[in-house]
């Protein structure tokens, strides 16, 4: 499940590139002019980037895991997502870029797996809708006629709105933090277009902090002594 999700973002990601290049060939055919001269004379401008996200759970097993009688495995799913953001860019210098995706609302669809040893799998199912304040940083290479290739790099506050942590105790349930502060690391490309610059990403998130609310009560949380979140997103900056 999980290797299908990611090769199914993966196409989209290169359908998504393959047509940019496309339009992009096009554009230089018919203009037989750079557009990114234009924009170079800016140093800042803004835009919206729209996205699809897979994401998971690091699982740190308790140590008293192994002495469980109920839980044999427990495993994190691959989920799927999107997210919608505002761009803020502000150029220094010729190849460095102070980014702003900020507020960026971004749906994610988590997922735990307990097979226990009865046989029987026990799938926990997690919805947030996050709002997010990522700040990155760019590095461009030097532009190819209407092209450039860039690394982005980073940190954002993730709160998530639809947070479980101060529910009421259950059974089952697992309570999950509202708050996260998440690493990206990113590569891409910028278009630059007569009226816009189209810059499709890919990039992979590693969540810093410990977001499990553990109750030693409740089995499905006392089994587990940490989560940290994990990402993988494809995105589409539309700037200008």
Same mark, same amino acid.
Not at 185 to 200: A, M, N, R, T, V
């Given at each position: 499940?999980?290797?299908?999700?990611? #090769?199914?973002?993966?196409?989209?990601?290169?359908?998504?590139?393959?047509?940019?290049?496309?339009?992009? !060939?096009?554009? !230089?055919?018919? @203009?037989? %002019?750079?557009?990114?001269?234009?924009? &170079?004379?800016? *140093?800042?401008?803004?835009? +919206? %980037?729209?996205?699809?996200?897979?994401?998971?759970?690091?699982? /740190?097993?308790?140590?008293?895991?192994?002495?469980?009688?109920?839980? @044999?495995?427990?495993?994190?799913?691959?989920? $799927? /997502?999107?997210?919608?953001?505002?761009?803020?860019? +502000?150029?220094?210098?010729?190849?460095?870029?102070?980014?702003?995706?900020? $507020?960026?609302?971004?749906?994610?669809?988590?997922?735990?797996?307990?097979?226990?040893?009865?046989?029987?799998?026990?799938?926990? #199912?997690?919805?947030?809708?996050?709002?997010?304040?990522? +700040? !990155?940083? @760019?590095?461009? &290479?030097?532009?190819?006629?209407?092209?450039?290739?860039?690394?982005? /790099?980073?940190?954002?506050?993730?709160?998530?709105l639809a947070s479980n942590s101060k529910a009421r105790k259950s059974e089952n349930l697992l309570k999950i933090s509202a708050h996260d502060l998440v690493g990206e690391?990113?590569?891409?490309?910028?278009?630059?277009? $007569?009226?816009?610059?189209?810059?499709?990403?890919?990039?992979?998130?590693?969540?810093?902090? *410990?977001?499990?609310?553990r109750d030693e009560n409740l089995i499905y949380s006392s089994s587990i002594n940490k989560l940290f979140s994990r990402g993988f997103a494809i995105s589409l900056h539309?700037?200008?």
């Amino acid at each position: 499940m999980q290797k299908i999700q990611i #090769k199914n973002l993966l196409s989209r990601m290169m359908l998504l590139v393959a047509f940019s290049c496309f339009i992009a !060939h096009n554009g !230089h055919a018919q @203009r037989g %002019t750079f557009n990114y001269f234009k924009f &170079s004379k800016k *140093n800042y401008y803004f835009g +919206i %980037t729209l996205g699809f996200n897979s994401s998971k759970y690091f699982v /740190g097993q308790d140590k008293s895991f192994i002495k469980n009688d109920s839980i @044999r495995v427990i495993e994190s799913i691959n989920g $799927p /997502g999107f997210n919608l953001g505002i761009v803020t860019n +502000i150029k220094f210098g010729e190849n460095f870029d102070l980014r702003f995706l900020l $507020p960026t609302l971004s749906f994610a669809d988590r997922r735990l797996e307990y097979k226990l040893t009865s046989g029987e799998t026990e799938l926990k #199912k997690l919805e947030s809708v996050f709002l997010e304040f990522p +700040i !990155h940083v @760019r590095y461009k &290479s030097k532009p190819y006629k209407d092209i450039r290739v860039f690394v982005v /790099g980073g940190v954002k506050y993730s709160m998530d709105l639809a947070s479980n942590s101060k529910a009421r105790k259950s059974e089952n349930l697992l309570k999950i933090s509202a708050h996260d502060l998440v690493g990206e690391l990113g590569l891409g490309f910028q278009i630059f277009f $007569p009226y816009f610059i189209l810059s499709p990403e890919m990039k992979f998130s590693f969540g810093m902090l *410990n977001i499990l609310n553990r109750d030693e009560n409740l089995i499905y949380s006392s089994s587990i002594n940490k989560l940290f979140s994990r990402g993988f997103a494809i995105s589409l900056h539309f700037e200008g």
